[in-house]
């Protein structure tokens, strides 16, 4: 204590509230710091669920529209199926043709 002013209570009273008013103001700038963070964090959240959930409906439409064009294609055993009908068809025809005309072949030599 060489300065005999640091020693007196006003003094002293004076520096401690100077000191007060500082580490309060820093704490309340602190906690608008943390605030805004805060603040910022959630927007960020926001924005990234936002786009989660845009992609994932983006991801289920394609895969809707996938399995609508899915159903749009034959399989393999779809279309042995057609051709075995098709040909069965095609096989009946060409009898009946042949009864037709062997009987109109009787029915004009007759």
Not at 33 to 46: G, H, N, T, V
Not at 63 to 78: F, M, N, P, S, V
């Amino acid at each position: 204590m060489d300065n005999p002013t640091d020693a007196d209570p006003l003094v002293l009273a004076e520096k401690i509230a100077a000191l007060d008013r500082h580490v309060t103001s820093e704490f309340r700038g602190l906690r608008e710091l943390l605030k805004s963070q805060r603040e910022s964090d959630q927007l960020a959240i926001k924005t990234a669920l936002d786009a989660s959930q845009e992609l994932a409906a983006r991801h289920n439409d394609l895969i809707r529209h996938g399995e609508q064009k899915d159903a749009t294609y034959a399989l393999k055993e779809d279309t042995k199926r057609l051709e075995a009908w098709q040909s069965r068809l095609t096989g009946g025809m060409v009898i009946l043709a042949v009864i037709g005309i062997s009987n109109l072949w009787k029915i004009w030599t007759g």
